[in-house]
């Protein structure tokens, strides 16, 4: 009963990740765990920094806060939204996190978590860059958060986010506005490489990429996320087998491309079997994400 169990904000959050536990609710969208997504809701809903439990330790920190009974009634409420909806949390927060920038999204395009960010973040595809790169293309930019990062990653490029589905751009819009990059980003409706000139010296690409087979086994919360965004036919590689015959006549010859396939390896290389490319090392592991050159693009192209 009411004020006989007084609550911690860190007792609440033990309690909501019990409750998404038992639930069978699917994460990946930003959390990989029952106890890292109901910190993030109830810290969002508490209006409290994302970063509020790093001194969990100390008996003065957010975690030992008691909380009122109409906070943990709102937090209650929040928690059975998600378990009830099974939308990813930021569809419920209207927020998402890559490389601590925050940015907006919401059901109409994709929940940002491309290891991409990871990449331009720590500099990784910086050595395959040409002192003359200036022309960087995003394309299946969603709510354009890689275009955003790699317009702040390098200071002197100008970024052009491509997506086939206005919506996306249209949250797209709302996080380079938000951001302030409107004179560095450009943002521009595409089905693949068919509305974009030549010119490119590096395209960054997460595209939809989930076979067949997977898209059946899918959870819930990734059903709630647009189709188009995840659907890449049935080995998964129909988008990229386009994006190879359009790109090589559209990038400069030291150009790169960095392309994120997630867990569809086997298919890419069933597919591509002739093509050299370099595994980039992320967070999940080096068969994630891999680069390839303008010049192994255009020989492999010859060669078909």
């Known amino acids: 009963m ?5 609550m ?28 890292d997504e109901a910190a993030w809701l109830v810290l969002w809903k508490l209006g409290l920094p994302l970063d509020s439990l790093l001194d969990g330790e100390d ?22 939204e998600r378990i009830a909806t099974r939308k990813p949390a930021a569809y419920l927060t209207r927020e998402a996190w890559l490389q601590g920038v925050p940015f907006y999204v919401d059901e109409r395009a994709i929940v940002p ?18 002192e003359k790169t200036r022309n960087v293309l ?13 317009a702040m990653a390098y200071p002197d490029v100008v970024v052009t986010g491509a997506d086939i589905s206005p919506d996306a751009l249209e949250v797209a819009r709302i996080n380079v506005d938000r951001h302030g990059l409107q004179q560095r980003v450009t943002l521009v409706q595409s089905d693949g490489m ?10 960054l690409c997460n595209p939809p990429y989930v076979n ?4 059946g086994k899918l959870p819930e919360e990734y059903r709630a996320e647009p189709e188009l965004a995840l659907a890449g036919g049935q080995d998964g590689m129909d988008f990229i087998r386009d994006l190879f015959r359009d790109l090589p006549a559209k990038l400069h010859s030291d150009a790169v491309l960095v392309l994120e396939i997630g867990n569809e390896k086997p298919n890419f290389e069933a597919a591509f079997p002739s093509l050299p490319v370099f595994w980039l090392p992320t967070s999940s592991g080096d ?14 192209q010859a060669g078909c």
């Open 287 to 300: 068969e994630q994400v891999l680069l390839v050159t303008q010049q192994a693009l255009a020989d492999w």
């Open 113 to 130: 978590r491309s290891f991409i960010a990871e990449l331009l973040a720590d500099g990784s595809i910086d050595e395959w860059l040409s």
């Open 212 to 215: 067949a087979d997977s898209m």
């Open 194 to 203: 068919s509305a974009l000139p030549p010119g490119w010296d590096l395209v």
């Open 8 to 35: 911690t904000i860190g007792g609440l959050i033990d309690s909501a990740a019990a409750r998404l536990e038992a639930s069978g609710v699917a994460f990946g969208h930003g959390t990989a765990t029952a106890y």
């Open 138 to 150: 995003d394309l299946c930019t969603g709510n354009g958060s890689l275009a955003c990062l790699a």
């Open 59 to 80: 008996p003065d920190s957010v975690a030992h806060q008691s909380v009122s009974d109409a906070q943990r009634a709102q937090v209650d409420t929040l928690i059975a």
């Open 2 to 6: 009411s004020g006989q169990h007084p």
